[in-house]
Structures are given as C-alpha cells and as structure tokens.
C-alpha cells in the first residue's frame, strides 16, 4: 500500500482521486464478487473487512503509532463511498467498524488504544451496540443501565440493532452510567466480542442482509473499569465522525445505481428502432437529475470531511458539525433511495425480477431509519432553524 507517497492535500482533487485508485482493487477484488453472492442469513463480509485491514483501510482514520494510514474522515469517505458502489452491506460495516475505532482514538486512553486499536490492522472489528426498543431512534436515551461491582461493570442489555452483531470482535456498548438517575448520563464500554454473554439474532429485513444488524444481547458481560471510556455522553455518532462516514457509503449507492443504470441503458436495444434505451430523452433527463444531486452531495461530502479533519487537528470536538452532517445525512440517504427508484423504472420489467436494481432498490431504503433518523433529523434541524430547544428527554411514567 503506497498512501504514504501521496503528498497529503486534502483541498486537492488528484489527493482524493488518488486515495481512490489505491483502494478500488482492493474493492473490485474482494467487494464486488462478495456482493453477487446470493443473499442469506450467513452472510457476512469478513473476507473484505480482512483485506482492507491488511493494508491499512479499517485504520483509515487512527494515526501511525496505533497502525493506522492517517487520512482523516476525506480518506474514510472515499472508502465508504468505494465500498458502496458496490454492496451497501459492505459500506456499512467498514462505517460503523471505523465509528467505533473513533471512540476508542478520540475519546479512549493509551491502554485502550493498545489493546483495541492495534488488532484492527490483523482484522479485528468493530462496532457501535446503542438504540434500544424501548426507546427507538431517541438513541441519546438508553433504558438499560450498567451495574457497578468494585473495579468492574456488569452488563444485563438488549440492543435492537447492531450492524456486525455476533460477528464484531468489539463493541462500544452505550448504556446509562451505573447510579445514575440522570438519562443523559451515558457511559461506553469496550466489550470483547468473544465473550460468552453475548447472543445475536439473525438480521431478517428487506435489505443489506450482508450486514448482520440484527437485536444483540450482553448477560452478565463483565467488563473492567479499563475498559470504560470517558466519551462525552450525549452524541457519539457524531462525536466520532460516524454519521459522516455512514453517509459516505449512501454517497457510494446512489453512485453505483447511476453505472448500473447507465451500463443497462446503453446496452439494451429495442430491435424495431434498432435504438438503445439512452436514445429516450425522458430517460436520459431522469439519470442528468441522479447525477447532478450526486455531484452536489459529494462535494458537501468532501467538504464535511475536511471541516471535520481541521476540528481533529486543532483537538477539538466534531460536536460543532452535528447538524450539518445530520442534514447530509437525510440527503445523502434521500439521494441513495431515489437513485435507486430512478434505476428501478429505468431497467423497466427486467428492473424488478431477482438481481442488481431490485437489491440496491431494497437496501437503499436501509438508511433512511437508521440514527438519526430522517424525520426525527427533519424534527432537529427545523427547531434548531427556530430556535426551539431540542427537548430530548421526558421520562416515562
Ligand atoms: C440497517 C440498519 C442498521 C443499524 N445498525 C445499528 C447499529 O449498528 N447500532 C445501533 O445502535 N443501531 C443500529 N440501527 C438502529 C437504528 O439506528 C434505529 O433503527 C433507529 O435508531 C430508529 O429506531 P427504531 O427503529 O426503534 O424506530 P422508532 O424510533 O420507533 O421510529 C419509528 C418512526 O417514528 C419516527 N420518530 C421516532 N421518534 C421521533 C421523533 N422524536 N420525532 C419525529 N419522528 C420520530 C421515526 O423516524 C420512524 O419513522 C440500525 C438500523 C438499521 C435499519
């Protein structure tokens, strides 16, 4: 892997363009037959996760000394974006795997570092355990709560989803500080994967079935206070990156609708005018609209990206972009979800048996739900415009 010749321009184009003829191999290789597997309940990138470990990709973000290439969320983008050309399943397992790495650099103390960090380069993952059903989308809220038993945690906690569940080899768990009664008061913990308390569900769900996102259990987990990371409770999505590089990888799915689109329109004649699909105007105007929404969104992308390495470089909290980034988020999601619809009717009847429209047609809808979820982000987003408080907590009754 030869990143470290790239002379590091995060303003430059050729920059971004190189980081992205390094990785595509890589993702054409491994990603790309990994995504043509027929979908089950077993699937599961592992392969691709490993080849990106080797050479560095899953430490995208992490600085040398903890193994990592040290490209900043404009180096997490491209590969999420790479990675979602081709299988969103994929693109969100490296997302989530980096988001949790975050915690672990950004928040976590040099033990930490040492014990989780350095493993990614020979194929550990990672990934965030948070929403409960109990409380939804309000991901800021968690019901569950750790126990306390001298220098250790005891966890007893019910995840709705978790993307990697049962396959993870860590987790950052989110859950309400042990005491206490306050529930903004959340603590993270980093809990070995290969601890015997941990159970998942099969992911069952319309799409990104590669992904394993299904309800994940911890009984009687037992976690030391080493392991206990001191990150600011409220928002760690957004406190690691994570939404950005999540978003990233829906970049990649409306990219990768686009090609498969205009691969089918132009190889499909109708023989009575001896006539491709591309020499249809109303077709051609609906892929002009996909593409112009995606150079938009990749330029707001990229921009993120660099607005959110300089925040890292100065030391200081991602916090300040949450809602930009939330905004990206219903776009980013929006555009992967339309592009595909685009896709759909394009590819007419042979768009809606078994194959590639009608799979990115059903995972693109995949994050649309996904923290923050669109409505509750439209909800924020407008009574920040406002100037209304956010109003994030009411206990129940
Ligand atoms: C593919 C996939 C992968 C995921 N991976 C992970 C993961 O790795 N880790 C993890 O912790 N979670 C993960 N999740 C969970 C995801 O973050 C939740 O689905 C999300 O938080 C929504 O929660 P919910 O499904 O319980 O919906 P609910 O919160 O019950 O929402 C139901 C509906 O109500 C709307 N709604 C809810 N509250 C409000 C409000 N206050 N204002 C306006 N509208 C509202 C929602 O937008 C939605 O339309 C994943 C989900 C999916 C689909």
Redesign the pocket.
């Known amino acids: 892997m030869s990143v470290a010749v790239i002379e590091k321009n995060k303003y430059s184009r050729a920059y971004i363009e190189e980081i992205r003829e390094i990785v595509r191999p890589i993702i054409e290789n491994v990603a790309k037959p990994f995504a043509a597997i027929p979908e089950n309940e077993e699937k599961f990138p592992r392969e691709i996760l490993q080849a990106l470990a080797k050479e560095g990709w899953s430490s995208v973000t992490l600085p040398e000394k903890w193994g990592g290439l040290d490209l900043g969320y404009v180096g997490l983008s491209v590969v999420a974006e790479e990675l979602g050309k081709v299988d969103a399943s994929t693109g969100?397992v490296y997302a989530?795997h980096v988001g949790a790495a975050q915690v672990i650099n950004i928040f976590g103390n040099d033990d930490q570092k040492k014990r989780w960090l350095l493993p990614i380069r020979e194929g550990s993952i990672g990934?965030?355990?948070?929403?409960?059903?109990a409380?939804?989308?309000?991901?800021w809220y968690n019901v569950s709560q750790a126990v306390q038993d001298g220098d250790d945690y005891i966890l007893n906690l019910e995840?709705?989803?978790?993307?990697?569940?049962g396959q993870s080899d860590f987790y950052v768990v989110?859950t309400r500080t042990a005491g206490s009664e306050d529930p903004s008061d959340h603590s993270f913990f980093i809990v070995d994967g290969h601890d015997e308390g941990i159970t998942s569900k099969p992911?069952k769900?319309l799409?990104?079935k590669g992904?394993c996102?299904g309800p994940l259990k911890l009984e009687n987990v037992i976690v030391n206070r080493r392991d206990l990371v001191p990150a600011p409770a409220l928002d760690i999505l957004h406190g690691t990156g994570a939404v950005l590089g999540l978003n990233g990888v829906w970049l990649g799915v409306a990219q990768g609708a686009l090609d498969a689109t205009l691969d089918y329109v132009s190889k499909t004649v109708h023989q009575d005018f001896n006539k491709s699909l591309a020499n249809y105007q109303v077709i051609r105007q609906k892929l002009a609209e996909v593409k112009i929404r995606i150079s938009g969104l990749r330029a707001w992308q990229y921009d993120l990206a660099r607005q959110l390495d300089e925040l890292r470089e100065s030391n200081q909290s991602l916090i300040s972009y949450a809602t930009e980034v939330t905004e990206h988020k219903v776009q980013a999601t929006e555009l992967a979800d339309y592009a595909a619809r685009i896709a759909m009717d394009v590819a007419g009847g042979y768009g809606y048996i078994e194959g590639v429209f009608e799979r990115l047609y059903r995972d693109a809808r995949?994050?649309?739900?996904?923290?923050?979820?669109?409505?509750?982000?439209?909800?924020q987003i407008g009574k920040s415009l406002v100037g209304l408080p956010l109003e994030l907590f009411e206990e129940g009754k």
Do not use: C, Y
Request: hydrophobic residues 35%.
């Open positions: 969100l989530m990934t965030f355990a948070v929403s409960e059903k409380t939804g989308g309000h991901v995840k709705s989803f978790t993307t990697s569940g989110q992911w769900a799409g990104v992904n996102s995949g994050g649309i739900p996904m923290a923050p979820s669109n409505n509750i982000a439209r909800d």
